[in-house]
């Protein structure tokens, strides 16, 4: 089974940028979709977007579509979530997920997340 | 974009009985393959959403089987057969019929 680990911690201002990654071992980087959702705290989970690596393709949710930005690099297994004009309300935390893209399974595989807070 | 609707929102369990989730979607989420594209998630505390059903009714793999999904159309309910003490979280409907994703409200299940 594919595992996700995500990277650390981010503390950011309100109009810069944050860049989330995802590295995928044990499985077929390939063969999958990644998912990214969010989730602000004490709220549920927001879908922001995914991309197929393979493909390069990338669809977004339409009140992110402006300020976020989804790529990968098969070569390292790495997906990564790019963020820009960050505001109080992106707090939150980030979580990378994997779906097998030929198949409808879920998304069965989920990094550990990552909280992104928004301060000045 | 597809409305999910949770019901209840809050669920006080009893360990060994029954309980049950309902989810209802404001289009059908009946894919002209027969499939219904919803998919149940549990998110336990401080731990990631992990998958428990997907296309309605098929287990993930190591779901234990006191989990079980049902429905079609636009009605969808996640029942647990026996509550054990480690089902207690935030459980939530997602579907994957189309972009964007959207995910009911949660209900959290609590003890």
């Known amino acids: 089974q594919v595992q996700l680990v995500q990277s650390a911690t981010e503390v950011k201002k309100p109009g810069s940028s944050v860049r989330v990654s995802c590295k995928a071992s044990g499985g077929t980087f390939s063969t999958s979709t990644i998912n990214w959702v969010r989730q602000a705290p004490g709220q549920g989970l927001e879908w922001m977007g995914r991309?197929?690596?393979?493909?390069?393709?990338?669809d977004y949710a339409q009140n992110l579509q402006d300020r976020i930005t989804l790529n990968a690099d098969k070569s390292t297994s790495t997906a990564y979530m790019e963020l820009r004009s960050l505001r109080p309300e992106d707090t939150a935390v980030y979580y990378c997920?994997?779906?097998?893209?030929?198949?409808?399974?879920?998304?069965?595989?989920w990094g550990q997340g990552t909280l992104v807070t928004v301060s000045s | 974009d597809i409305v999910m609707a949770q019901s209840p929102l809050s669920l006080p369990v009893t360990p060994g009985e029954p309980a049950a989730i309902s989810c209802r979607s404001s289009q059908s989420l009946l894919h002209s393959n027969g499939d219904n594209y919803v998919e149940w998630y549990l998110q336990k505390p401080g731990q990631s959403p992990q998958l428990l059903i997907y296309l309605a009714s098929n287990r993930a793999a190591g779901v234990p089987d006191r989990f079980s999904g049902s429905g079609s159309g636009t009605d969808f309910t996640l029942k647990i057969s026996r509550v054990e003490a480690e089902d207690v979280g935030v459980y939530y409907c997602m579907q994957a019929l189309q972009t964007p994703r959207t995910f009911g409200q949660g209900t959290k299940v609590e003890i």
């Open positions: 991309i197929i690596p393979m493909l390069n393709i990338a």
């Open positions: 997920a994997r779906r097998e893209t030929a198949l409808d399974l879920g998304l069965d595989s």
